[in-house]
């Protein structure tokens, strides 16, 4: 299926209040993402792939007790859990829905990001960019040889340390 025109790209991005980041933009412009979002279409799918990384984690919270040590004294109501929550994931670069539960984050506004899989407090990073995340969705014994991290991406970054790969939070920053 053939790409996006610019003039789709740019009302979805106007649409849905984030800038693709420029190899998103230029995938996008090539092709369709097998399976993808419809950046034309009716959104309500997209709307829901964009809350669902909070909703994930609010869900965490309430059920599982999730509560990191950055986020300050646990609040006793829910409300106020949700309150905190929500501002740290607002504060935290927006992520674009690629597929399902994977996320490139929006910014830096530059080719590189990693590619993040995203389910409740469960995030990994499922390609260290677009590129090695489309041979990893295209064929699940892809591998390539471990690539050095290209960035951290506030908060994503750390909570994908807090899922047991601190190498990847550490050697981003490096």
Known sequence: MS?????????????????????????????????????????????????WPLDGLLFD????????????ERPSDKTGRA??????????????????????????NDAGNPVFSVYQSDIVVYGTDLADWMGVESDPTFSTKPAPVSRAIDFWSVAVARNGDPDFYAAAEG
């Open 61 to 72: 919270v309430e059920e599982a007790g999730l509560w990191w040590p950055e986020w300050g």
């Open 3 to 51: 790409g996006y025109t610019a003039a789709e790209l740019d009302a979805a991005q106007e649409r849905f209040g984030f800038r693709f980041p420029l190899d998103l933009y230029e995938l996008l412009r090539e092709q369709r993402i097998p399976d993808g979002h419809d950046w034309t279409g009716p959104g309500e799918a997209i709307e829901q792939a964009l809350q």
């Open 83 to 108: 309150a905190i929550v929500t501002q740290v994931v607002e504060s935290a670069p927006k992520l674009i829905p690629l597929l399902a539960h994977r996320y490139l984050p929006e910014q830096p």
